[in-house]
């Protein structure tokens, strides 16, 4: 695999279509981003700086993340929000094992009802992509983020 | 005399409380800055054990881990001799709160306005230009390195946990708990060796002892948290006990994991979801180990600011930091034991998932105490009402009850004079 210039529209397209769904909040999606023992995983910095490895959420696999899906949308009473996600242009590589390694900056602004928008999380995604079917899925996607205080709680993806 | 109470001539606000008791806490005791500043003085500040940290966060001489007690920045560093310091991140000469790294390691303890060098001892090593330069100025005749020294706070460690205070008169450690919590903690901290997993940190818009309520209350578990109640992890027909210490300010929750719904624990209970699955089995993977004996959660709040969970393979420290009145930061540090395998060590991870600030029985823990919060201010001549099981305090062999919270604000109300 090298990045010809397909394959980099066809990764900025990935990016844009996961931010598209979160931001619309059609979770039951989300986990179709994923290759079936794909890794998600939110982590702060601190934490990911100095290999602890502790997340605020980590999934294995694609069943946990339909739980977590259930978890959002049904059993975790929480106030209401939006998400907006402003993700920035992709550093891609493809390594050793074929898998492309891309880092990309994002930002999420978060909209309570009756609030202004707010920063919400600031990070960074360090993601393993993979073909699954012939489709690019994340196979590992680290949500590195920097503001390791966390206002309050995280219900969504990010 | 105002509804929600009135100041003092020390300026501090008067609740307005019903009655003696502490059944019905006023909106005041968790939004006015005169109470809170109170707290700080006499609880935070005054003969009260504060949580700093666990020792395996600082291994070695000269490893330090920045956190605070109260309001006020400590750092925890330990010294050659391998013991633990705690002192005040103040520097003695022009107050700068030196230290802004979280973690390190250093050879001396250095303020950077001006280069006074402080060893893991807090102790004054030295300053520049003292003596002056070619003669000219310097510090006067009767300045003495020891008397400048940083605040050395009291330290007890306990099976490899830190405790703080600033009150040189604060009781040994062990009698600060009491017989029924020490034995709580040293269930969990037996000595064993820790390992550090890493750290949750959120910031809750709400009273901090909203939070300790919050661990005081055996009653909202089965009730907010579907996963508690569908998969049995905390219901109100678990065996169960809750104990206190002599002063009712620390309590243990302790509780056993039932798969077997019994009574109305579950009738017009609309989070028990009686067909829930997991598509993940792996998220709940509970493999019971030895030191627990029986009991499958044990949920421990030692007053003023620090929960120990062990909920299932779950274990952590949580830390409340007060932040004013309507604010604090909770620090969830997680561990394990030296001699779990890869395999537990996975498992704990796992069930993190559970826990901290999306955890699936802790997300919304957060966010009800924002809502209450919200409910105190708009309300300030209201009390709230902690009355499930009677207006008394004391154990009990079941968790049908708010009587630690009970507990909780009768001795709030001897130590604050409110």
Same mark, same amino acid.
């Given at each position: ?158 | ?62 490893? $330090?881990? /920045? =956190?605070?007690? *109260?309001?006020?920045? +400590?750092?925890?560093?330990?010294? @050659? ?103 709580? $903690?040293? /269930? =969990?901290?037996? *000595?064993?060796?820790? +390992?550090?997993?890493?750290?949750? @940190? ?217």
């Amino acid at each position: 695999m090298s990045l010809t210039p397909d394959l980099r529209h066809a990764v900025a397209d990935l990016y844009a279509a996961y931010a598209a769904c979160l931001d619309d909040g059609r979770y039951e999606e989300w986990p179709a981003f994923f290759t079936a023992d794909g890794w998600y995983r939110v982590v702060a910095r601190e934490n990911f700086d100095r290999d602890l490895p502790l997340s605020v959420i980590s999934l294995k696999g694609r069943p946990m993340m339909v739980d977590r899906v259930v978890g959002i949308t049904s059993t975790i009473f929480h106030a209401p929000y939006y998400q907006r996600h402003i993700v920035g242009l992709p550093v891609l590589a493809v390594a050793d094992d074929a898998t492309i390694h891309a880092s990309v900056n994002y930002a999420v602004f978060r909209t309570k009802r009756d609030m202004a928008a707010e920063i919400y999380n600031v990070g960074q995604y360090i993601d393993k992509i993979d073909f699954e079917d012939g489709k690019l899925k994340f196979k590992k996607k680290f949500c590195v983020y920097d503001n390791d205080l966390i206002p309050n709680s995280m219900i969504y993806p990010i | 005399m105002s509804a929600n109470g009135q100041a003092a001539s020390d300026g501090v606000t008067r609740p307005a409380w019903r009655d003696e008791g502490s059944s019905r806490i006023p909106s005041a005791v968790y939004t006015d800055r005169s109470i809170y500043d109170r707290e700080l003085e006499r609880i935070f500040y005054g003969p009260h054990w504060s949580y700093v940290g666990l020792e395996i966060e600082v291994p070695e001489a000269g490893c $330090f881990k /920045r =956190t605070s007690v *109260g309001e006020r920045s +400590v750092i925890m560093i330990r010294n @050659r001799k391998g013991e633990i310091n705690v002192l005040e991140n103040r520097c003695a000469h022009r107050a700068m709160r030196f230290c802004q790294e979280r973690t390190g390691q250093v050879k001396t303890l250095v303020c950077p306005y001006h280069q006074w060098n402080y060893n893991h001892d807090g102790k004054l090593l030295g300053v520049p230009f003292r003596n002056g330069v070619k003669g000219n100025g310097g510090m006067p005749d009767d300045f003495r390195l020891e008397d400048n020294g940083l605040n050395r706070l009291q330290v007890a460690v306990r099976n490899g946990v830190v405790f703080a205070c600033f009150d040189s008169a604060v009781e040994p450690l062990e009698d600060y708990l009491g017989e029924d919590i020490l034995a709580s $903690f040293d /269930r =969990t901290f037996d *000595g064993r060796e820790l +390992v550090l997993l890493g750290y949750s @940190r959120q910031r809750i818009p709400g009273n901090w002892k909203l939070m300790m309520e919050n661990i005081k209350d055996p009653y909202h578990p089965g009730l907010l948290h579907t996963w508690f109640v569908t998969f049995g992890l905390w219901r109100a027909d678990n065996d169960s006990r809750l104990r206190m210490d002599r002063h009712h300010r620390h309590a243990a929750m302790i509780s056993r994991r039932s798969s077997q719904v019994t009574g109305n624990v579950a009738e017009g209970v609309t989070s028990f979801r009686a067909n829930m699955t997991l598509n993940e089995p792996l998220l709940l993977d509970i493999v019971h180990e030895p030191w627990w004996g029986d009991d499958t959660v044990c949920m421990t709040t030692v007053f003023p600011n620090v929960i120990f969970q062990q909920q299932v393979n779950s274990l952590s420290t949580r830390q409340i930091i007060p932040a004013g009145p309507g604010s604090f930061d909770f620090v969830w540090t997680h561990f394990g034991f030296a001699d779990d395998d890869a395999e537990m060590t996975e498992r704990r991870l796992r069930q993190a998932n559970l826990f901290g600030p999306a955890g699936f029985v802790s997300a919304d823990d957060g966010e009800v105490i924002e809502f209450s919060q919200d409910g105190l201010v708009q309300d300030k001549a209201f009390a709230t009402m902690c009355e499930l099981d009677g207006r008394g305090v004391g154990p009990t062999e079941h968790m049908v009850t708010e009587t630690l919270i009970r507990g909780m604000y009768r001795y709030w109300r001897e130590v604050m004079e409110l």
